[in-house]
């Protein structure tokens, strides 16, 4: 494929997250694979509008996260995590926002370092069919310096992660191209609203047992 199409296939996708308000105030960055050997990926300028399609979108950079070829345009904040995903898995395509729902879970299950899904159908969506298949999502702290954030995104990705929590701040999620990225942003986005609005019912009906409903008004500690 050329890079052209390359570049379309990710500006295609940037306008769907787009239209589901997955970029507010600017945040979230995403990235397409344009060679192995050597790594050449497509990535979001920074400080960017990601709901407004322009012809400087994207820039080109090589696995250090530089750019490849002559640009006033600066690469995103973030480029050092999407380098970490293409260094250590198969990632055609990376994908990073920032949502409210995913961040209530990085917060939620910051402590425990990480949040795993079972039971739900949405699993299959990860490739796993197992009867009792779960998938596991890392969460790491939100490190001010850039660097050691990449790392420690580095570190917590194994052979089966398809997705990085950073906690209070969004999630990465990757896949082989840009189909299975969105298709995994959309399955772990399912998974966290769900799972919120579950545990929001269960408080909710611990207070009315317990009667946590006082003066009329139904409160969630
Ligand atoms: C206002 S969002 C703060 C930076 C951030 O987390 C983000 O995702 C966007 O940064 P970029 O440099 O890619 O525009
Ligand atoms: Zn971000």
Redesign the pocket.
Known sequence: MSKQQRWNELADVKDELASRDWFP?????VSIKVSDSPLAFY??????D?TKRTSEDFLLVDQFGEPVEETHL??????GIHCEVYRLTKAGCCL???TVDNNLISELYGDAGEITFQGQELIKAFGIWEEEGRITVPIVENYADLSKLSEAVGTVIKQDTKAVLIRN??ITVWGRNAFEAKKHLEAFEFLFSYHIKLQTLNVLNKNQSFGGVKNGTTTIS
């Open positions: 105030g600017t945040s979230g960055n990535v979001s300028a920074s400080g960017k990601k600066k690469a995103s904040a973030e480029t990073h926002v920032h701040h969004g």
